[in-house]
């Protein structure tokens, strides 16, 4: 027989079982004489059946054989609801104890033993089938018990070698002399041996812990770290060797403390992927497909905290491949492909996180199909379309709202997008990238961090306030000298870039994005920290930079639940306390917002000879003081009147009650700094009529009622949330080829374009909105 | 039957508040306090208090009755002389410290003398206020702690 290494996965087993089989045991002696409780009747048959299902994973038949046979009598004894009487006790006893010593055999040599059961299986069987009777149960129950024990004695003593074990398998009834146990001192002498066998049980080495706990250890040793770090502080300013000894025996002990403490809290992917298989299933079935799954390092390990929070962006994702990516069977056989779909999970180490594959081989991602739905959402001009990337393009369905469906399946479309899995998976510093190919499949690759709570950073100053950025958004550092600095940092637009290898760099100024009211100092280095904020990368110039150390992360109050920019707090060595950056909400806080955005407007500078074949229908308005502005129609929802008394102010900011929401209003005048609007109204152009296409006709009323009531044009931010801008005058819809003309010349214009031969300033409606309402973007967010 | 209440008292602006003295873990000091940028206004910053991080809030600020008396709002450089309290309070999920000017007596009440808030107060204060006592001048003024830290 083939002897099994004995693994954790083997210990586990062992320990759980045994576990299992004590409540069995206590249960079954609760029961005994009392009439039948159905609950604990249930509650032995789980902890059964339990065994059973974990030894159907192992090469252990004759264990699971045992189990079944119990697990078959239990069930008929829940079912007919009848007395568990002394002699159904104790055969139950004697299987509990039948399989304990399997199992020690288990453990002691990793195979089962060469015992055979086969009686106490019959007996088992008979005393379920013979239950109506019950005299004649009785009769053949006693035939039944005799055997039991002789079984035991096969598997229990190993010197008796397999012939032994035939013959008793052939003459059952002959076999009581072998053992000197008397049938009908069984459960007594049972009993005896039973409370021997545990000496070695490996649950002995293990114990299982409380959570709570561990949180709590987890917590006392973050508390030591930092108290470890006050006092190597401490020591560099005393000149004392011996404390300094000391000192580095801390450092090594805490270090290792941190470590262990660590892994009691790491468990293996698997606690989550074990559940895929049903959910898979489920959808498949659901869905009219056919999914095989494939998973592999599962036993890849993470910080519990870490495990919690990708349970359910996993669990997203593996929906939408079944959902979006794998085909129908038709569809399936009709490409070509097994008609099964393959679902592939796939987790490992690397450098110090956590990669995990999903990958589907089914339809992929159309990238011209994300561009075309983007542009239809108005996320996306032509012109931006035309420039972005494929990769880029397939981050277009992490933006939010973002759907490819066409309609609303129970599958998919419930109003939780891939957006949130994104956010979800960056609130613990992780990232997510799509890769797919047409009719190939698609691939999630997701990148998450071991462990949460004590996580390295590095220290920046910004005049005398302290920072820690984490390690894992930190690219690199960059140092540059001040004459140096002067040359190379350059203005783009309004920002400032440096070319970090030929690469723009926008670069952000910590301490006018944190609003600090400190004067810099007078450096004479400037120094940039590379962030990688979800893939896009941008400089944080800091004026000073210490080392790199571990930090512990305390979370924030709940009264700081907005401020995006900051991760958590931790304190430092000397006692203060500095508040960790959040690369990603410090990003959007500056406004360089996300990478797609940022490429945009990148894209939308460099294209600016370009000129498109692509005819768009284009709103032509004053938006204050008779400057000429554009909007996309794809961005505008609709055009309103509204008489100004509907005007109401809330929180200093005016709105309008509109189809039962309240629709907030931004003057457009105001934005533009125009404040004498509209009180003095300037000369109207003449009216240009362009192309008006014919399903654009609805608009027309509302140029021609050109009147003292508000020219509003309602934009939506998304499903839920919309906004007018209030212009000074609708001018018309021209649908024609959106040109780039120029660069813009203030903030909030995309770019100029000329439209009707007359120069038009294109919005951008983002940096109107964060202007205007920066509190509304952000709820959008998130 | 009445039960007798006891509350921590402090006074900002010199009007007398007072809260549940179960929900007070400890007065403190102001530390240094280390100011959140782009927080709140209402918000002072963190404190370290014994290895937690606790955040304060302003109190005189959150109860809408004018300008911070923290220099670290309008300030971020904090003014080494200045020196309020801070008082710590617990509730059922979170600690925070609360920024005032200075601390009175630890007072008794029986329940029956409490008084609901008048009808006519207005602004932040209504909805923060449990209710009052009235002593022999003025009264005190019962803060409803759960919703001064709900923000």
Redesign the interface.
């Given at each position: 027989m083939e002897s099994l290494e004995i693994d954790d996965d083997i210990k586990a087993f062992l320990d759980e079982s045994y576990e299992n089989l004590n409540q069995i045991e206590q249960v079954i002696l609760e029961l005994e004489g009392n009439s039948a409780n159905s609950e604990h009747l249930t509650r032995i048959y789980r902890a059964l059946h339990t065994i059973k299902g974990n030894c159907g994973f192992l090469p252990l038949p004759k264990l699971e054989s045992v189990a079944h046979a119990g697990e078959n009598l239990l069930d008929q004894l829940r079912e007919q609801h009848f007395t568990l009487n002394p002699q159904i006790a104790s055969i139950l006893l004697q299987t509990v104890d039948a399989i304990r010593q399997i199992l020690a055999q288990v453990e002691a040599t990793g195979n089962e033993g060469d015992g055979d059961c086969a009686a106490l299986i019959a007996a088992l069987q008979e005393a379920g089938v013979g239950r109506g009777g019950f005299g004649k149960e009785s009769g053949v129950g006693r035939g039944g018990f005799g055997n039991p024990p002789v079984q035991e004695s096969g598997v229990g003593e190993e010197s008796r070698g397999a012939e032994e074990a035939e013959r008793a398998e052939g003459a059952g009834e002959q076999q009581p002399t072998t053992n000197n146990r008397q049938p009908s001192t069984i459960n007594n002498q049972q009993s005896t041996t039973d409370y021997q066998l545990p000496t070695t049980n490996p649950s002995d080495s293990t114990i299982r812990v409380n959570v709570e706990l561990l949180d709590r250890v987890m917590n006392l040793v973050g508390e030591l770290v930092l108290a470890r770090n006050q006092m190597v502080r401490f020591a560099e300013t005393v000149a004392d060797s011996d404390l300094t000894a000391t000192c580095q025996r801390l450092n090594q002990v805490t270090a290792q403390l941190q470590e262990e403490v660590l892994k009691t809290r790491m468990q293996s992917i698997a606690t989550i992927w074990q559940k895929f298989p049903r959910v898979v299933r489920d959808l498949a079935i659901a869905s009219g497909k056919q999914v095989q799954v494939e998973m592999n390092g599962a036993d890849t390990e993470l910080d519990r905290t870490v495990l919690e929070a990708i349970k359910d962006p996993l669990t997203h994702i593996v929906r939408n491949c079944i959902a979006h990516g794998i085909e129908t069977p038709e569809i399936r056989s009709s490409r070509g492909k097994p008609i099964q779909g393959k679902l592939a999970l796939h987790a490992w180490h690397e450098g110090g996180t956590v990669k995990i594959e999903i990958s589907d081989d089914g339809n992929g991602i159309d990238p011209l199909q994300l561009k075309q739905q983007a542009q239809k959402l108005g996320i996306l001009s032509a012109v931006e379309a035309e420039k972005i990337t494929e990769a880029e393009a397939f981050n277009l369905i992490f933006a939010s709202g973002f759907s490819t469906a066409a309609q609303v399946t129970n599958l998919s479309g419930r109003g939780v997008g891939m957006d949130v899995v994104k956010t979800n998976l960056e609130t613990i510093d992780g990232t997510v990238e799509v890769d797919s190919q047409v009719g190939q499949g698609t691939k999630f690759k997701l990148k998450i961090p071991l462990t949460l709570a004590i996580i390295p950073a590095l220290v920046a100053y910004s005049g005398n306030h302290r920072f820690a950025i984490p390690q894992a958004s930190i690219q690199e550092l960059v140092q540059l000298e001040k004459e140096v600095s002067l040359l190379e940092i350059e203005t783009f637009y309004d920002i400032p870039i440096y070319r970090l290898r030929g690469k723009l760099l926008p670069l952000v100024y910590l301490n006018q994005t944190l609003q600090l009211q400190v004067v810099r100092a007078d450096v004479d280095t400037i120094n940039i920290v590379v962030i990688n904020a979800d893939n896009y990368y941008f400089g944080l110039v800091v004026d000073q930079i210490q080392d790199i150390q571990d930090i512990v992360v305390k979370p924030l109050g709940k009264q700081l639940r907005d401020v995006s920019a900051f991760a958590g707090a931790t304190i430092l060595g000397d006692g203060k306390i500095a508040l960790i950056i959040d690369a990603v909400g410090l990003a959007n806080c500056a406004g360089v917002t996300s990478q797609l955005q940022q490429q945009l407007a990148i894209a939308t500078a460099t294209a600016l000879e370009e000129r498109t074949g692509d005819r768009q229908s284009i709103l032509l308005f004053h938006g204050g003081s008779g400057a000429r502005m554009g909007l996309l129609m794809s961005q505008i929802f609709r055009l309103e009147e509204f008489d100004p008394i509907a005007v109401e102010i809330v929180a200093d900011r005016p709105v309008v009650q509109y189809r039962n929401t309240i629709l907030p209003l931004i003057y457009l005048h105001q934005i533009f700094g125009n404040s004498d609007f509209p009180e003095s109204r300037t000369p109207q152009p003449p009216l240009t009529r362009g192309a008006i296409s014919p399903q654009l006709s609805w608009a027309r009323e509302v140029i021609n009622g050109q009147n003292d009531r508000l020219q509003v044009i309602v934009v939506e931010l998304d499903r839920e949330r919309s906004l007018g801008l209030v212009v000074e005058r609708i001018l018309d819809i021209v649908e024609e080829p959106l040109a780039i003309a120029g660069h813009a010349t203030r903030s909030g214009i995309l770019y100029l374009a000329a439209i009707q031969g007359q120069v038009t300033e294109i919005l951008d409606l983002h940096t109107i909105v964060q202007i205007a309402y920066p509190y509304l973007l952000q709820s959008v967010k998130s | 039957m009445t039960e007798v209440q006891q509350y921590c008292t402090f006074f900002i602006n010199k009007i007398h508040f007072g809260i549940d003295i179960k929900q007070v873990q400890e007065v403190i000091w102001s530390p240094?306090i280390?100011?959140?940028?782009?927080?709140?206004v209402h918000?002072c910053g963190?404190?370290?208090l014994r290895?937690?991080?606790?955040?304060i809030?302003d109190l005189q600020c959150r109860l809408g009755m004018g300008q911070s008396l923290s220099p670290s709002t309008s300030?971020?450089?904090l003014d080494e002389e200045f020196l309020a309290h801070n008082i710590i309070v617990q509730t059922k999920d979170?600690i925070?410290g609360l920024l005032v000017e200075d601390i009175g007596d630890m007072l008794e009440f029986t329940s029956d003398r409490f008084e609901s808030p008048p009808a006519t107060l207005a602004g932040k204060m209504r909805k923060l206020l449990r209710g009052a006592y009235s002593l022999s001048q003025g009264f005190l003024m019962i803060l409803d702690i759960e919703k001064v830290?709900?923000?």
């Open positions: - | 240094e280390t100011p959140i940028p782009l927080a709140p918000i963190l404190i370290n290895g937690k991080i606790v955040t809030i300030h971020p450089e979170e925070a830290l709900k923000v």
